[in-house]
């Protein structure tokens, strides 16, 4: 989706420190759909219009600034549930 398209008041800026993460973070928010910018030196700009955006936002937040120690746990927790 390209800035001409985003609503700047419906958006939200987020704070990716790494340009590459953050290239990589506007793709797969693509890939699920969600509303999104990202041009050369400015910010990611992301629109969440429902609670499953949210949700998938954080989650790929997550695999961008969570340690892979956290990733692991957060995965093992999720087994751990599948199988109780």
Wanted: hydrophobic share 30%.
């Amino acid at each position: 989706m390209n800035s001409s398209q985003l609503q700047p008041e419906n958006s939200e800026v987020i704070e990716v420190n790494c340009w590459t993460d953050r290239w990589q973070v506007y793709r797969r928010l693509q890939e699920l759909g969600i509303p999104c910018s990202c041009e050369v030196e400015q910010p990611l700009r992301v629109q969440i219009t429902n609670t499953n955006h949210a949700v998938q936002l954080s989650s790929v937040l997550k695999q961008f600034s969570a340690s892979r120690q956290d990733l692991l746990e957060s995965l093992e927790r999720c087994w751990q549930t599948e199988c109780d």
